[in-house]
């Protein structure tokens, strides 16, 4: 039977315990999160403890509070280790805690247990159990041995080491985590405070441990840190994983401008092993090379430029260096921040466009000199083409004129030879006219002095006179002219009708000169807005690569066509141009072999829907 005996000290104890259970619950709900599960172990290891405590006290059976004794000391145990745990999580150092690191952490709590349940044969860990009556109950106590104050240096060594993390961290985080912080070393404090003085003989209450009471105010810290500061809500780790995967280089200077803090991009900026080799030295030392920057920026809070500084590789590096301010909770200035942000390859990008823009900009003023050039050399060409041709053209006509006198008798009668030199005469002339006035109608039209001549005419006499003069050559290569008309076509018509019956001459011309059997065939149709003309043949064709080339100038099919068939390669290009200066357009279809088809297409104006004045304006300046 279990004889109890009443107590006021298990009030506390078992006050802490609840307060403890509490949290540990708390955290059981919020495992996965950093610092958890560590808590929940601590909590479980203060409430064995304390509830062992508090049965001890209130039991007044030696051989139960022997027991009880034991039982103690597995809460105990599990302290220094569940704490060294959480230390480490909460501040983002959770890599420490491997299966090795727990594997060695289990090691002393093992020890200690089987030093404490096989102590009756050794005392090795404490001396016999004494009981002694204060205040009207009874009490265990004992007197430690070797082996609790080994277990007293290592848990004191593991308090030490994780309190020398949080204060660290504590100096580095800002206002929020500090509160945490001051709490959670509160809360670690208070049990090893009264533990102290337990140990050191300093306790007012005689015989009794001081330290499972102080745990009611751990309790009571975390419970005040978790509703009030947002404990295990919000943490250091992100600030300092933030702050060590920032790519810009980081730098945190105090109120006198020493360097407290930097990233591991700062580290790399200043080619240094570890942060330790600049921390607590002035950036003057650590910046010998920037001595005009520091004393620029030596009184100024917060401010934005640009620097370079030497590469490994040789070389500058440049970057965007950014101050700011950092102030206290009261406003007072209390450090500053440096960001340097790299923006070397964004320069080297800035001056290659630059650059390219230089040249750029050379070589567009380059190319509008040679447009001029070439705008006033084909001004010039056109001139001398135009000048050239009228000359020509004036002593040709009288060679013609005296040639026809000749084949007339008016200078007397020809032998047969002669006349058939003046014939070969007339024809050559007659070629070489046709030329001249060929590149004399490129030039005009070239330098937009082509005038075009808009009047009344009868298309279907301008089409006749066409044909007519094409079929002497078509009769002498026994070639066929076929003529269409549309019926809805009207009479009269305006326009330049010797432009029109230059045109028509020329495609008439193109399809007899290339056509060697069948015919050549005339269509005159009409279509909305427009009349159109087809000339189709029957000769070689045009490979569908030359169709798209066939209207430039001095164009033909092939060399050997050149050659066989004659011509300069102007008459389709002037009539394009032509064609275009009177507002139409025209097109080729053709196949190798088979023949090509020119489809000539012009506004169609009827004299019947032409207004009488437009009629007594016969010249018309066309532009290219």
């Given at each position: ?97 491997t299966r090795r690191t727990l594997a060695l952490l289990t090691i002393e709590p093992l020890l200690v247990a089987l030093a404490i349940w096989t102590n009756d044969s050794n005392y090795f860990f404490h001396g016999p159990n004494v009981y002694v009556v204060t205040n009207g109950f009874l009490i265990m106590t004992n007197l ?481």
């Amino acid at each position: 039977m279990i004889a109890l005996q009443y107590t006021p000290y298990t009030i506390p104890l078992l006050l802490a315990a609840a307060m403890c259970a509490g949290v540990a619950y708390v955290m059981w709900r919020r495992r996965t999160g950093p610092g958890a599960l560590p808590t929940v172990a601590l909590m479980l290891g203060v409430i064995i403890w304390v509830l062992s405590y508090a049965g001890s006290l209130s039991s007044s059976n030696p051989s139960v509070k022997s027991i009880l004794y034991n039982i103690e000391y597995i809460g105990i145990t599990i302290l220094p280790a569940a704490w060294f745990a959480f230390v480490a999580q909460y501040i983002g150092r959770e890599k420490w805690i491997t299966r090795r690191t727990l594997a060695l952490l289990t090691i002393e709590p093992l020890l200690v247990a089987l030093a404490i349940w096989t102590n009756d044969s050794n005392y090795f860990f404490h001396g016999p159990n004494v009981y002694v009556v204060t205040n009207g109950f009874l009490i265990m106590t004992n007197l430690g041995k070797t082996g609790f104050w080994l277990h007293a240096v290592y848990s004191y060594v593991i308090l030490l080491v994780s309190s020398v993390l949080l204060i660290r961290s504590l100096r580095r985080s800002p206002g929020l985590y500090r509160s945490q912080l001051a709490m959670l070393l509160l809360a670690t404090f208070a049990p090893w405070v009264a533990n102290g003085i337990y140990l050191g003989g300093l306790s007012p209450f005689p015989y009794l441990d001081l330290t499972p009471f102080a745990f009611t105010i751990t309790g009571l810290a975390l419970t005040w840190s978790m509703v009030r500061f947002r404990l295990f809500d919000i943490t250091p780790i992100a600030r300092d994983r933030v702050f060590e995967s920032i790519r810009d280089a980081v730098v945190v200077l105090d109120g006198r401008g020493n360097i407290v803090d930097i990233n591991p991009a700062g580290v790399t900026l200043l080619q240094i092993s570890s942060p330790s080799q600049v921390i607590g030295k002035l950036v003057s030392q650590v910046l010998p090379g920037q001595s005009e920057l520091i004393q620029k920026f030596r009184t100024v809070n917060e401010a934005r430029t640009e620097i370079s500084v030497p590469s490994q590789g040789g070389g500058l590096r440049t970057f965007e260096l950014k101050i700011s301010p950092l102030n206290s909770s009261r406003g007072l200035l209390t450090g500053r921040l440096l960001v340097l942000h790299e923006i070397t390859d964004l320069k080297r990008a800035a001056e290659q466009i630059n650059a390219q823009n230089e040249t750029l900009r050379k070589t567009n003023v380059e190319l509008a000199k040679a447009q001029e050039a070439a705008t006033e050399g084909s001004r010039l060409k056109s001139q001398f083409l135009a000048t050239m041709s009228h000359e020509l053209r004036t002593p040709l006509n009288a060679i013609m004129g005296y040639a026809q006198l000749q084949l007339a008798g008016i200078a007397g009668t020809l032998t047969d030879q002669q006349r058939q030199y003046q014939e070969r005469t007339l024809v050559n002339a007659g070629d070489l006219l046709r030329l001249i006035n060929e590149v004399l109608d490129l030039s005009k039209i070239e330098a937009g002095r082509m005038e075009l001549i808009n009047k009344p005419y009868n298309l279907r006499e301008c089409l006749d006179e066409a044909i007519s003069q094409s079929r002497v050559l078509a009769t002498t290569k026994n070639l066929t002219i076929g003529v269409e008309i549309d019926k809805d076509l009207p009479v009269l018509m305006v326009g330049d009708v010797a432009r029109i019956k230059q045109i028509v001459i020329n495609l008439l011309s193109n399809a007899i000169k290339f056509t060697e059997v069948g015919g050549v065939r005339v269509v005159l149709n009409r279509v909305p807005g427009n009349w159109q003309l087809a000339v189709s043949d029957t000769g070689i064709g045009i490979p569908p690569h030359m169709q798209e080339i066939i209207f430039d100038e001095f164009r033909q099919v092939d060399n050997s066509s050149q050659r066989q068939f004659g011509g300069t390669g102007l008459g389709l290009s002037i009539v394009r141009k032509l064609v275009l200066l009177m507002g139409g357009s025209i097109r080729v279809s053709s196949t190798p072999g088979v023949g090509s088809t020119f489809t000539l297409t012009l506004p169609l104006i009827s004299v019947e829907h032409t207004e009488e004045s437009s009629l007594r304006s016969e010249y018309v300046t066309a532009k290219p």
